[in-house]
């Protein structure tokens, strides 16, 4: 799997009601919440890797650094940006980046690791329960 620091990817979508903060539990905040936010971020940078990874294998989140600088309301377009800083093959670090369609809401940094083989990976998490 080759992909160069500098790659990038963008994702988009409205922010809806159960994306707000008040979805989330901070009543009567109806606006979009950070762990939507986080989520677009992470979206965008899995766009960046996904697309070569090989059959069976994922990305997981391992790191997430983002300042969110500015709310955006019920019924607004948001967009994110990643682009790859760097990579050992393994691990992908991301810079991140957000937007409404007025300003920029919010910047940071994203990490994600490659799972060669997921369902081995599903398997280990599971076996976390049943010893529980």
Request: proline letters at 6%.
């Amino acid at each position: 799997m080759e992909i160069r620091p500098g790659a990038t990817a963008e994702v988009a979508y409205t922010v809806t009601p159960d994306r707000t903060a008040h979805a989330m539990g901070n009543t009567d905040v109806n606006v979009f919440a950070t762990p939507f936010l986080v989520g677009l971020l992470e979206d965008a940078a899995g766009s960046v890797i996904h697309p070569h990874l090989p059959p069976g294998a994922s990305t997981v989140g391992t790191l997430v650094e983002v300042k969110h600088l500015a709310a955006t309301p019920v019924g607004m377009k948001v967009r994110a940006k990643a682009t790859l800083l760097e990579t050992d093959g393994r691990r992908y670090l991301f810079a991140v980046e957000a937007w409404d369609e007025k300003e920029k809401i919010a910047e940071g940094r994203h990490e994600r690791v490659v799972i060669p083989n997921l369902e081995k990976f599903l398997e280990r998490a599971l076996k976390k329960k049943a010893a529980g």
